[in-house]
């Protein structure tokens, strides 16, 4: 991919994961009752306050880097929400610390781990962190990634904000509008720092269908806030070719 001029980034799921609980259970999120905690999707979840989970990642990443990629993007960087979560057994989180300090605790730990390596690091969010000056009981705050990060990049999928949002009835029907809000108030929240904001954006059908134009709306809210570029997602890699130029694939 480098031979033909293509940056690569290695994006990490960390605390969302169905690989290592079954191995080191006791790294994993229980059942008051017993087993493994499973979110709504039948998902396992680590420990997020668990020093040897942080420093299982941290190797996994080292080991990206070791062969060759130019980024690390962090992902499910945050506690459970989409299950009975008052049922979780934490075994290392002590349940009296604020979970937004146990997130900026693995960043920063995680930041002076790899930032030797010479690789950009990035952090995907919640799109509500841009507005939100709570943690949304995730553990996510914009202002904990800053000195960490050289990318923030919030999900901002219109699909993804509840009706009603800011005045909007269905919020996917109006790309433009929301990704431009949310990432002028991230930025004003940024401020001079030299952290970029480069968002998630949709390319899937939920709550409108998203064709070439709303991409192409997507995009221009992205340029007209000066952030600096975009992703693209879609869970089953199928993009819309045509919203897309030639020289952004």
């Not at 990490?12 to 017993?34: E, Q, R, S, Y």
């Not at 130019?70 to 934490?90: A, C, L, Q, T």
Request: charged share 25%; glycine share 6%; with cysteine.
């Amino acid at each position: 991919m480098h031979q033909e001029n293509i940056y690569t980034i290695a994006r990490i799921v960390v605390f969302k994961d169905g690989t290592l609980p079954k191995i080191k259970p006791k790294l994993a999120l229980k059942n008051k009752g017993g087993g493994l905690w499973q979110d709504w999707k039948g998902k396992t979840w680590l420990d997020p306050a668990s020093i040897e989970v942080w420093d299982y990642h941290i190797e996994i990443a080292k080991e990206a880097v070791k062969i060759g990629f130019d980024e690390i993007n962090f992902d499910y960087v945050r506690f459970p929400s989409d299950g009975d979560i008052s049922n979780i057994i934490y075994p290392a989180w002590d349940m009296k610390t604020p979970k937004s300090e146990i997130m900026k605790n693995f960043f920063a730990y995680m930041s002076s781990e790899l930032k030797p390596s010479g690789a950009f690091l990035s952090v995907d969010l919640f799109g509500l962190t841009m507005i939100r000056s709570d943690d949304m009981n995730i553990g996510q705050l914009l202002e904990n990634t800053i000195p960490y990060f050289d990318f923030i990049c919030p999900m901002v999928y219109p699909s993804h904000y509840p009706p009603d949002f800011e005045g909007y009835k269905n919020p996917a029907d109006y790309p433009y509008e929301i990704i431009a809000m949310n990432l002028t108030k991230g930025k004003e929240r940024i401020g001079n720092t030299e952290v970029k904001l480069r968002p998630w954006i949709q390319d899937f059908d939920l709550g409108a269908i998203y064709d070439k134009k709303m991409i192409e709306l997507e995009k221009q809210a992205v340029y007209d806030t000066s952030s600096y570029g975009w992703l693209l997602w879609n869970p089953a890699s199928r993009y819309t070719e045509e919203a897309l130029e030639k020289s952004e694939y």
